[in-house]
C-alpha cells in the first residue's frame, strides 16, 4: 500500500519564477492538505482540498493556489517567488470525517530553494 | 486561533525518561496531536489526546490537562533513534479541522 508521495524531492528557482509541487494521497484518502515548513518551525496549514474544491485556507497569500484532480492527486502553486518561499512543502493525506481522530499521514516533502 | 508554546531543544541520555511539554491557548479545543519528524524527513503520528488524562503507546506516552491547556509527551527508554523533533499539535473546535502546529522541540539523545 503506497503512502503519500510527493514530487520533486528537491528544487531551485529563482525569485519571481513559478513552481508546480505534486502530491498523491494514501490510498483510499480523499482529502489533501498542504503545509509550509520553514528551518525550524512547525508545518504551517497552507490549504485544504477534497471533493476538487479548496475547503479550508490558512494565512497565505494568493500566490498560492493549488488543485485537486479527480483521483484526489494535488498540486500546490507557488507564483511570483520570494526568497522567503524557501521551505520544506508537505502533503498530508486524509480521510474527510471531520472530527475524530482523523489521522493525516505526511509526504516525505519537497524542498524548495529560491535564490 | 491557537498560541502553542513548547521548549526549543532538550537533551537526554540514552536509556534515561524525558518529558517534553506543551501548553495552548484557544478559544475551542478539539483534539491534541504529538508527531515525530527526523531531520529532513514527514512528521509521523505518535498520539492524540481529546479526553484528560494519560495515553500510553509502547515507550511513548501522552498526557493532557484541558482545564490547564497542558499536555506532555513522555518517552522512555530512550533510543539514540529517539533524536528527532517532537511536534505539538491543537485542533480548534468550530468546523474546521485543521489542526495547528507548533514550532517543536528538538531532542537530542546522546550516548
Known amino acids: 500500500d503506497a503512502g503519500v508521495t510527493q514530487s520533486p524531492t528537491h528544487l531551485i528557482k529563482t525569485r519571481g519564477q513559478q513552481v508546480t509541487l505534486r502530491c498523491s494521497p494514501k490510498?483510499?484518502?480523499?482529502?489533501v492538505s498542504w503545509y509550509q515548513q520553514a528551518l525550524g518551525q512547525g508545518p504551517q496549514f497552507i490549504f485544504q482540498?477534497?471533493?476538487?474544491?479548496?475547503?479550508q485556507r490558512g494565512n497565505f497569500p494568493d500566490r498560492f493556489s493549488g488543485h485537486q484532480f479527480p483521483n484526489y492527486s494535488s498540486e500546490l502553486n507557488v507564483n511570483a517567488l520570494l526568497l522567503g518561499d524557501s521551505a520544506l512543502y508537505l502533503c498530508?493525506?486524509?480521510?474527510?470525517?471531520?472530527?475524530?481522530?482523523?489521522?493525516?499521514?505526511f509526504g516525505p516533502g519537497t524542498r524548495l530553494t529560491v535564490l | 486561533g491557537q498560541n502553542i508554546d513548547q521548549p526549543t531543544e532538550m537533551t537526554a541520555t540514552e536509556g534515561a525518561i524525558v518529558q517534553i511539554n506543551c501548553t495552548y491557548q484557544?478559544?475551542?479545543?478539539?483534539?491534541l496531536f504529538w508527531y515525530q519528524q527526523h531531520a529532513g524527513e514527514a512528521p509521523t503520528f505518535l498520539s492524540y489526546?481529546?479526553?484528560?488524562g494519560l495515553e500510553e503507546k509502547g515507550r511513548f506516552s501522552s498526557f493532557l490537562s484541558r482545564s490547564k491547556g497542558y499536555s506532555y509527551l513522555l518517552l522512555k527508554e530512550l533510543q539514540m533513534k529517539d533524536s528527532a523533533s517532537y511536534l505539538c499539535?491543537?485542533?480548534?473546535?468550530?468546523?474546521?479541522?485543521?489542526?495547528?502546529f507548533g514550532r517543536g522541540t528538538s531532542l537530542i539523545v546522546h550516548p
Open positions: 482540498y477534497y471533493e476538487e474544491e479548496e475547503r
Open positions: 498530508a493525506s486524509s480521510l474527510f470525517v471531520g472530527t475524530g481522530l482523523n489521522e493525516q499521514f
Open positions: 490510498s483510499g484518502h480523499d482529502t
Open positions: 484557544t478559544s475551542g479545543f478539539n483534539g
Open positions: 499539535a491543537v485542533r480548534e473546535e468550530g468546523g474546521s479541522y485543521i489542526p495547528t
Open positions: 489526546n481529546v479526553l484528560d
